[in-house]
C-alpha cells in the first residue's frame, strides 16, 4: 500500500505545540508535508503591513528550522491558494488537505473556494479562539452584541486544555524542492519592516508568555493603563496580541496558563489582576464573533445611523495625527511608538482613536487603516472593534457622547510624563508642570506643534454631529 500524505497549509497557526489540525493530522499516522503560502493579496489588500509581513516572514523563517530538526521543513510557495493548492495536491498524490479555520470574511472566502477546487477531503478545525464564533448565541438563536452579557456565558464555556508537541508529533515527508528555501529568503530581503520587530519564533512567544505570567499578570488590573512605568514594556501589559495575531501561541496556552497561575500560592490575593486579564481575552473573542455574524462592519458602522454621520475630511489633520504632531503629547507619543514598534497599550489606543473620531471628527475607517498597517497585533475584527467602539459607532461602543479628554488622560495615565518624554524627545527638558500642555509656556519649545484643535471646540462639534445623526436616525 502507498503511502498516505497529508498536505499540512499553516495560516494564522505558526507553531507545533497545540496545532488542532495538525494534532489531527499527525494522529492519522500519515505523513505531513507542512506548507505555507504568501499570497500576494497580504501584501497589496486594503490592510497590508510591511511591519506584520516582516515579522510573520521571520516566524516562518523559525518555523522551518523546527520542522528541519524534526526531519522536515516548510514548503512555500508564492501565489493563490486556489491555484497552488490543487496543482501541489496533484503532484505530491495528497489524501487531504487540512488547516484551521479562519473567521475574517476574506479567510472564509478564500477557504471557500479551496474547498471546491482541493479535489480531496479537507478537513479544518476550531482553533483561533477560545470560543468558536458560531458556537455561543443567545437563548433566541441570535448573536450576541452587547459584551457583558457575552461575557457572562463565555465564562459558563468549558475551554479545553492546551495539548504539547510530544503528544501529538508523528512524521513527516519532504518533496524535493529546491526553491522552497529561497522563497522565504527572497520574501525576507525584500520586505522590510517600518518598526523594530520583536523575536518572532515560537519559543520568543513562549518565553514572553512565561514573563508575563511569572512577573506581571498578577498586578495587570492595578497597571495596565498606566504609561509611565516601562515606555518600551509596561509591567503590567503582555504584549502578547502579537504572538496570538500569528498564532505562535494559542489562546489555550494563555488561558490556561493564567487559570494555572490563579492557583498558585503566589496569587492567592491577586486573582483580580489576573481574571482582568482574562476578560481581554474574552473581549477578542467577542469581537471575533461579531465579525463573523456581521462582516458588513468591516465597511460600514455597525450601528446605521452613524453612516451618514458629517464626518470631516481635512488630510492635513489627519496627516498630524498619523505623524504623532498634533500638539497634544500623550496622542503624539503614543503614535511615535506606533510608528516605531508596531504596537502601542490599550489605553493609548483609546486615547488617540477618540482623539480622530471625536475631536477631529475624521472617519473612524482612516484610523482602522492606519492601525492596520502598522499593528504587529493588527487584526480585522479585533481592531475594527475596537474603533468602532471608540468612536461610538459599533455593537458594545463607548456613548456617542463620551470622549476622552487628552489632557486628563496624560494627567491620569502619565502623571511624571515619562512615556512623553521617551517618545517626544524636543520635550523632555519641559518642567512637570507644563510636560501635559507645553503651549502654556511662556517660552513654548518651538520644535513641538501647538494644539491641532481647540479640545472645547472639537468636543462640543462632535456632539453636535452625533446629536444630529442620531436625532435624523430617530
Known sequence: MSEQRIIYWFRRDLRLADNSALGAARATGAAILPVFIIDPRLQTGRFASRNRMAFLLRALASLDEQLRARGGRLLARYGLPHEVLPSLIKTVGASALYFNRDDSPFA???????????????????????VEAMSLLRDNGEPYRVFTPYFRRWLTIEKRPPVSESQAIRRFFRLADKDSRGILQRALTETAADATLPAASETAAQSRLRAFIDLRIADYDRQRNALTRDP??????????????????????????????????????????????????????????????????????????????????????????????????????????????????????????????????????????????????GDPAAN???????????????????????????????????????????????????????????????????????????????????????????
Open 384 to 474: 475594527n472593534g475596537g474603533w468602532q467602539w471608540a468612536a461610538g459607532t459599533g455593537c458594545d461602543a463607548q456613548p456617542w457622547f463620551r470622549i476622552f479628554n487628552p489632557v486628563l488622560q496624560s494627567r491620569k495615565f502619565d502623571a511624571a510624563g515619562l512615556y512623553i518624554r521617551h517618545w517626544l524627545p524636543e520635550l523632555r527638558e519641559i518642567p512637570d508642570k507644563f510636560i501635559h500642555q507645553p503651549w502654556r509656556m511662556d517660552d513654548a519649545p518651538v520644535a513641538y506643534p501647538p494644539p491641532l484643535v481647540d479640545l472645547q471646540l472639537g468636543r462640543d462639534r462632535a456632539l453636535a454631529a452625533f446629536k444630529a445623526a442620531t436625532s435624523s436616525a430617530g
Open 108 to 130: 472564509r472566502q478564500r477557504d471557500a473556494r479551496v474547498c471546491r477546487e482541493a479535489g480531496i477531503p479537507v478537513v479544518s478545525f476550531h482553533d483561533s479562539q477560545l
Open 232 to 377: 518600551l514594556r509596561p509591567d503590567a501589559t503582555s504584549i502578547l496580541s502579537i504572538d496570538l495575531r500569528m498564532g505562535l501561541l494559542s489562546p489555550r496556552q494563555l488561558y490556561w496558563a493564567a487559570r494555572t497561575r490563579a492557583k498558585s500560592a503566589a496569587c492567592q490575593d491577586k486573582r483580580t489582576g489576573i481574571a482582568s486579564w482574562i476578560r481581554q481575552l474574552a473581549w477578542r473573542d467577542f469581537f471575533a464573533q461579531i465579525l463573523y455574524h456581521y462582516p458588513q462592519a468591516l465597511r460600514r458602522s455597525f450601528r446605521p445611523q452613524y453612516e451618514e454621520l458629517a464626518w470631516r475630511n481635512v488630510p492635513a489633520e489627519l496627516a498630524a495625527w498619523q505623524a504623532g504632531q498634533t500638539g497634544y503629547p500623550i496622542v503624539d507619543a503614543a503614535m511615535r511608538q506606533l510608528s516605531a514598534t508596531g504596537w502601542m497599550p490599550n489605553r493609548a489606543r483609546m486615547i488617540v482613536a477618540s482623539f480622530l473620531c471625536k475631536h477631529l471628527l475624521h472617519h473612524w475607517r482612516e484610523g482602522e487603516a492606519h492601525f492596520m498597517r502598522h499593528l504587529l497585533d
